[in-house]
């Protein structure tokens, strides 16, 4: 069982043990017996598989044996209270046997095969569901709440049923969360329903649990707050039934008069919903405390428009407490008409205001019972089982469809979390598109939050909007009854303020999904053409398949992946030609990227050099064509004669032999248009989409290539590349220079030798 561990059950057995049997000393109070808890479900459903039931029920019992939980009750009780707790949601015969099944598995002898074997494939398939659910759970203690919530969330989307088995586990759990001595455990399991099983149940439209969920997590949570509101709430009560029949009968009178038959009840005030509006209100008890709340229940849809007609005749609307979701349902289908008035004084002479609800049998019966109100038994002809109808445009997996999307999207799962957190706990509100498809997003939510709610593909291409046949800006808020349109364009960018605008946990997840498979193909196309130029510079020929075969040796699974890495920096074309012609890079990888200087040849380019010397560029400074130059003579390990050439503002010139006879005054030849040279630069740039991207097209602008690229210094805000270029000479390199630095994504861009960064 999940929380037997953690919610009054025996403890957790060690991994391969069974839970530890004890005598059973007594009968728990409301202990279902087999033929009742079988009538149960035969009164909503009479052609429920009796035998079934009961050889669930049986099974159950044996297996279960004389275990106890930590109340002392037999510990088959729980099972039980959870198939009662899905009775009263009419659940169908499948879910209530997998309630009395579900805790088998993992606390006794028993095996899903003995299951199938015994009860079928539909049935096992939910016990397995709850049973994995169950011992992620168990482990929550010592690993991530955003990993177990992840798996909950695959494993209802498989079949919601797994969830309702779910919510009445935890719920029967919550009702014994006082036999858990240590006040910190009974916290976290409090929060932890909270923050995920009550929103879960609200979103499947589960009211009665959700709210039960609520208040005993509430009386967990904030003691001191619980007692006082009850107390207050009672006191309420005691002075006010008078005031409450005598309103009752008004209202039954009122809607009679006008031949609407009706039903008036009083609602139940809970703790934490009191608690939560005078947090949201901002208000204190006593403002709240007068209100008086009614449950009108009438025949058809249009009854529900005339009593509310009748109602704001005879008594003063309060505009800001009314709601129609009977026109704009909820995403979990809940219809009602909420309204609020200001009723007749009462005997102190106060003016009372009074909440109602108008709703028919059937929006009263989904509102309590939620995804439990719309099964179909399917055709016992055809294998039987249910199926959900929705009704309208109720979806009830579409909540567990878009966590399990955001969670597959590659969200970190603790940004996932928070996010799905937003999803479940905001107030909604119900906008139009021009086509009067109706969208239900967060309050305060954007344009750009309704984008992504039409379809992500809109999100992606969403430029501007329209609210009401107005162009807005794409952070207005909306409001419900707003008529949105969104301008599209196949080229959208993803601008940096975008995830700031999203409401939504899923808009959010949407942008980040965007914005990744945007660098993955900036940074692909970028690797790809540094690779193909430092391949061509050192007359090696570059193919997919040859980078395929050398994938195990630079540790990628694809060609892609290896792209990617040399466009972000992380891999430098140097492994990469070693990976695909062994022994190639023998030499430093900066002598390969010397080797792709196109026909640069110092000999040919400089005047004044020594007949017979070996001549080369120092790394240390890389002279460009155009630049005031000079030549340092000395000799190699051979004792033949080289000369190095730097240029006059080279720092490493001052560590040379001062003797003049050593230098050389050297000057450039007219320039050659084929020829190009070797620079290297470093460039700080903001940390985010696009900007190598951009600094990239800009030094194509100018006619020059990036030899190589690589990250010295990443962090948050900033990201530190250095960039190796063939230009033709020093007016080209500075022009370019002055380019990037004109970027507005730019901090700073300087150029360096390459002796002052070896390895790129």
């Known amino acids: 069982m999940a929380d037997k561990n953690t919610v009054g059950e025996t403890d957790n057995p060690s991994s391969g043990e069974k839970a530890q049997k004890k005598t059973v000393s007594r009968q728990p109070i409301g202990f279902i017996r087999q033929v009742e808890l079988v009538d149960r479900v035969k009164a909503y459903d009479p052609d429920a598989d009796e035998d079934l039931l009961n050889r669930a029920y049986v099974y159950a019992m044996k297996a279960h044996g004389g275990q106890t939980r930590a109340s002392g009750d037999p510990y088959f009780s729980h099972p039980l209270a959870v198939a009662a707790i899905l009775t009263e949601l009419r659940a169908d015969p499948a879910t209530v046997a997998t309630a009395l099944l579900h805790d088998v598995v993992e606390d006794t002898d028993a095996t899903i095969d003995d299951i199938r074997k015994l009860f ?46 779910k919510l009445a586990d935890r719920l029967h759990n919550m009702r014994t969360l006082h036999y858990i001595p240590k006040a910190e455990k009974r916290q976290r399991i409090a929060r932890e329903t909270m923050d ?36 207050r709430l009672e006191d309420l009560q005691t002075n006010s ?7 009752a009968n008004v209202l039954r009178q009122q809607l009679a008069e006008a031949g609407i038959k009706a039903q008036v009840s009083s609602r139940e005030k ?16 006593d403002e709240l405390a007068d209100i008086y709340a009614f449950r009108v229940k009438v025949e058809d849809q249009p009854d529900c428009y005339r009593a509310l007609g009748v109602i704001h005749s005879n008594w003063r609307l309060i505009p800001e407490e009314f709601d129609d979701y009977i026109s704009a349902p909820k995403p979990n289908n809940y219809r009602s008409i909420h309204t609020a008035v200001i009723g ?7 003016r009372q205001r009074i909440e109602i609800q108008i709703r028919t049998h059937e929006m009263d019966d989904t509102a309590e019972r939620g995804v439990a109100a719309h099964w179909q038994y399917k055709d016992p002809s055809k294998g039987g089982g249910v199926e959900i109808v929705p009704r309208g445009n109720f979806d009830p997996y579409e909540t567990p469809r878009r966590l399990v999307e955001m969670f597959q999207s590659g969200e970190d799962p603790d940004e996932a979390l928070q996010y799905a957190k937003l999803e479940l706990f905001q107030d909604q509100i119900f906008c139009f598109t021009p086509k009067s498809r109706v969208i239900a997003l967060l309050k305060g939510a954007t344009p750009l939050d309704f984008a992504y709610g039409v379809h992500t593909d809109v999100g992606d291409q969403c430029i501007g909007a329209k609210i009401n046949g107005v162009p807005r ?9 707003d008529v949105v349109e969104i301008l599209r364009s196949e080229k959208a960018p993803v601008p940096a303020e975008w995830e700031s605008i999203a409401v939504m946990g899923r808009t959010r997840s949407a942008i980040r999904r965007r914005i990744k498979k945007m660098q993955h193909f900036e940074h692909l196309e970028l690797g790809r053409s540094i690779a193909e130029t430092v391949f061509t510079g050192a ?6 398949k040859g980078v395929r075969e050398g994938l195990k040796r630079l540790g990628k699974k694809t060609v892609d992946d290896v792209l990617v890495s040399i466009g972000r920096g992380d891999l430098a074309v140097g492994e990469v030609i070693e990976a695909v012609y062994p022994g190639a890079s023998k030499e430093s990888e900066s002598e390969i990227r010397a080797a792709s200087l196109r026909e640069f040849r110092p000999r040919d380019a400089i005047m004044g050099l020594t007949p017979g010397a070996s001549v080369k560029m120092a790394r240390c400074c890389t002279p460009l064509p155009g630049e005031r130059i000079v030549g340092i003579k000395g000799t190699d390990e051979n004792g033949r004669a080289t000369i190095k050439v730097h240029t006059i503002y080279c720092e490493t010139l001052a560590e040379e032999d001062p003797a003049q006879e050593l230098w050389l005054d050297l000057r450039w030849r007219k320039r050659d248009d084929e020829a190009t040279a070797f620079a290297r630069f470093r460039v700080t740039t903001r940390n985010g989409l696009g900007v190598l991207s951009e600094i990239a097209g800009i030094i194509a602008r100018y006619g020059v290539s990036i030899a190589n690229i690589g990250i010295q210094n990443r962090s948050k805000e900033f990201v530190d590349f250095i960039m190796d270029v063939e230009v033709k000479d020093t007016r080209q390199f500075t022009q370019m220079l002055a380019g990037v630095r004109s970027c507005a994504s730019v901090i700073d861009a300087d150029r360096i030798g390459a002796g002052d960064h070896e390895e790129l």
């Open 120 to 165: 079928g494939v539909e049935i096992a398939l939910l016990v397995d569901g709850v049973t994995k659910v169950s011992q992620i759970e168990l482990k929550q203690e010592t690993s991530k709440q955003a990993e177990n919530f992840r798996k909950l969330v695959m494993a209802m989307a498989e079949d919601v049923r797994v969830l309702l088995v």
């Open 196 to 231: 995920i099983y009550a929103p879960l149940a609200g979103r499947i439209g589960v009211q009665k649990i959700r709210e039960e969920l609520e208040d005993i997590s509430f009386r967990e949570l904030s003691p001191d707050a619980h007692e006082t509101i009850t107390h």
């Open 241 to 247: 039934i008078g005031g409450v029949l005598e309103l």
């Open 270 to 285: 809970r703790p934490f919903s009191i608690w939560r509006k005078m947090a949201k209100k901002n208000v204190s008890f």
């Open 344 to 350: 007749p004084p009462s005997a102190e002479g106060r």
């Open 473 to 481: 800006p794409l952070r207005t808020p909306l409001n419900t009854g």
């Open 539 to 544: 007359h090696l020929k570059f193919s997919l």
